[in-house]
């Protein structure tokens, strides 16, 4: 129900665009946004959209990574500039839905080198 795809392998300094397209039997979107899980560690909250375009961001990826939407394609996007090699983890889009239902991608690896 939600198809992330945009990861890869990058340089320290590189960028990458993440995308996530949830399917039409996903209804009511309220917020959507992405998480990561590197090796190791907890799921954490990497940036988080509203349905009115209010953004959050953790504060290890400010000023470098960006979140977006497509409100009529139900879609995320997730900019990530000046990539560094702790950004390396799998990076999970998550939806949450006015109806309080939770949905996870399947996770998409980013690994920066150095």
């Known amino acids: 129900q939600l198809q992330a795809s945009g990861g890869g392998s990058v340089q320290a300094g590189g960028s990458l665009r993440l995308s996530c397209a949830a399917s039409g039997s996903i209804f009511s979107i309220a917020h959507m946004g992405w998480y990561r899980q590197a090796p190791g560690k907890e799921r954490d909250l990497v940036a988080r959209?509203?349905?009115?375009?209010?953004?959050n961001y953790a504060d290890s990826v400010k000023g470098r990574f960006t979140i977006s939407r497509d409100n009529a394609k139900n879609t995320v996007y997730l900019q990530m500039n000046s990539l560094k090699p702790e950004d390396t983890a799998v990076y999970y889009c998550?939806?949450?839905?006015?109806?309080?239902?939770?949905?996870w991608g399947q996770g998409t690896l980013v690994t920066v080198s150095s």
């Open positions: 959209i509203t349905s009115g375009g209010t953004t």
């Open positions: 998550n939806v949450f839905t006015r109806l309080l239902t939770t949905y």
